[in-house]
């Protein structure tokens, strides 16, 4: 599975953007997108799992961002909104070659492919 992820970019604080993942190349059981701020870990973001569309939010970002998914379950767009400069960070888009249950998926080893990573930069 190849993911191409777009978007990103530089915001103020309190303003939008939005990431785009496609995926290609294989099938994928679910999606999602991780970031990593400098001198920290990768961290989950958000996810879907395609066999019933479950999404899942990590709490930092729950009623800020949302994902959502075109009907062909290959893409799926991360928009946020009220960004913090916490949210400052590389974010990389991932997908799963397996089914996965739901307290998978919010764990890094649950998924198997990157796409190349994507910068968010939110200015105070």
């Known amino acids: 599975v190849q993911l191409q992820a777009s978007g990103g970019g530089l915001v103020q604080a309190g303003g939008s953007l939005r990431l785009s993942c496609a995926a290609s190349?294989?099938?994928?059981?679910?999606m999602g997108w991780f970031r990593q701020a400098p001198g920290k870990e990768r961290e989950f973001v958000a996810a879907?799992?395609?066999?019933?569309?479950?999404?899942y939010y990590a709490d930092s970002v729950k009623g800020r961002f949302t994902l959502s998914r075109d009907s062909t379950k290959t893409t799926v767009t991360l928009q946020m909104n009220n960004l913090k400069p916490e949210d400052t960070a590389v974010y990389h888009c991932?997908?799963?070659?397996?089914?996965?249950?739901?307290?998978?998926?919010?764990?890094?080893?649950?998924?198997?492919?990157w796409g190349q990573g994507t910068l968010v930069t939110v200015s105070s």
């Open positions: 991932a997908a799963s070659s397996r089914s996965f249950i739901t307290s998978s998926a919010r764990r890094l080893e649950t998924y198997d492919y």
């Open positions: 190349g294989g099938r994928a059981y679910g």
């Open positions: 879907i799992r395609w066999r019933d569309l479950a999404i």
